[in-house]
């Protein structure tokens, strides 16, 4: 099995930087894992994204320097069961709220007795080619991320984070904003405040902090407050911005007939 280098480098303190997949196509996957990204975070939560298509966009970016991350749809063991033989990197998991729900993400992820995952031989496993060695050090390769998007995660967020195995706490800002009341204001002060708060907690539980920047500049400033794992966009909306941007600066003209 080869070694988590992803997981390895959040664990020596480097920062990287990511995006998301949501288009279940795997050239979009291709170019954006060749575009210079350490990881892209598969969505199958918000995504048009199944399982077979998930394993498909893994594949992909196995031939590509970007790590392969699986967001699922839920903190439900048997879809996390199935996302793993796909072979990703690490995983994600929506709304974690509680340390009972973070603890239950570990669990999904983790072969017995440490926790409840299924014995398969899938992609994870190489099709049996490496399947002993995965069997003994899949537990310790495997990244796993949960999202504090919830001002319940936040009361709560001093026991998610005294979870053993979590290796990154991912601020999702949208969904946070909306349950403090302030739908679609990420960027109004008290969400800022809660994002700070996830960043000092878990610094302090010296595990790596993420979140979603608008660009590059945010990206570096959010590195410079001590985020390891920051997201920029998201293939639709990259495209999308990049296209806007273009037809914005164009001058459309009638030509005069000769």
């Excluded at 490496?130 to 537990?139: E, H, P, T, V």
């Excluded at 945010?218 to 495209?239: C, K, P, S, T």
Aim: proline residues 4%.
């Amino acid at each position: 099995m080869k070694e988590n280098a992803l997981k390895r480098r959040l664990k020596a303190g480097e920062t990287t930087s990511g995006s998301w997949l949501s288009v279940a196509h795997p050239t979009v996957a291709e170019v954006m894992g060749l575009g210079g990204f350490d990881w892209l975070v598969i969505d199958m939560e918000h995504g048009i994204v199944g399982l077979e298509t998930a394993q498909t966009l893994t594949q992909v970016l196995a031939a590509t320097p970007a790590a392969s991350i699986i967001r699922v749809p839920w903190n439900e063991p048997v879809i996390v069961k199935q996302v793993l033989e796909c072979g990703p990197t690490g995983v994600m998991f929506p709304q974690v709220n509680t340390a009972d729900q973070a603890a239950a993400a570990v669990r999904a992820v983790r072969y017995p007795p440490q926790g409840i995952r299924g014995i398969g031989c899938q992609r994870a496993a190489g099709f049996g080619a490496w399947f002993d060695d995965y069997l003994q050090n899949a537990n310790a390769q495997q990244l796993v991320i949960v999202q504090i998007e919830h001002v319940e995660a936040l009361e709560n967020l001093e026991s998610i984070l005294k979870v053993e195995g979590i290796d990154v706490v991912f601020v999702g800002a949208n969904d946070l904003s909306a349950s403090m009341g302030l739908l679609g204001q990420p960027q109004h002060p008290q969400v800022q405040q809660a994002i700070s708060k996830a960043l000092a907690g878990a610094r302090r539980a010296g595990m790596a902090a993420g979140l979603v920047a608008a660009d590059a500049d945010e990206a570096n400033r959010r590195f410079g407050e001590g985020f390891q794992f920051v997201a920029i966009g998201h293939d639709v909306g990259l495209l999308s911005a990049t296209c806007r941007r273009i037809c914005s600066k164009l001058e459309h003209r009638k030509i005069p007939a000769k």
